[in-house]
């Protein structure tokens, strides 16, 4: 690997950690969302000093190319964020509906209260 590259690899983990740190510390992602992308960061950053812990890994795993283990792995990890956003947007959707439910029935008894009402002979 040149130097070049090697640089390159490290550099790009350190400012993703960073990056999502810094989103994570100015509210703007959450924990549960930033897990995911802590730990691809992470084992980036350990591939990108340590590069021959990548080829450890593909040989244990079976891997003839190393390069195809990071591919899956980087899948793996958009696939598993993938699924937790469906889930969380299922909860949002089922909990926008009965928001939505319970604004309507609100608005029709506030409507029936303010009807004025016909005095009874």
């Given at each position: 690997m040149s130097l070049g590259t090697y640089i390159l690899g490290v550099a790009?983990?350190?400012?993703?950690?960073?990056?999502?740190?810094?989103?994570?510390?100015?509210?703007?992602?959450?924990?549960?969302?930033?897990?995911?992308?802590?730990?691809?960061?992470t084992l980036a950053l350990i591939v990108g000093v340590f590069p021959v812990v990548l080829d450890w890994?593909?040989?244990?795993?079976?891997?003839?190319?190393?390069t195809n283990l990071v591919f899956f792995?980087?899948?793996?990890?958009?696939?598993?964020?993938?699924?937790q956003h469906s889930g969380e947007l299922t909860d949002l959707e089922t909990k926008t509906r009965v928001l939505a439910e319970t604004v309507s029935l609100q608005e029709l008894r506030i409507r029936q209260l303010e009807e004025p009402r016909t005095e009874e002979s």
């Open positions: 790009a983990a350190l400012f993703t950690l960073v990056y999502v740190v810094e989103m994570l510390r100015r509210r703007r992602l959450r924990e549960r969302h930033a897990v995911w992308w802590l730990l691809a960061g890994a593909a040989n244990i795993v079976g891997v003839a190319v190393p792995v980087s899948m793996a990890v958009l696939f598993f964020v993938s699924i």
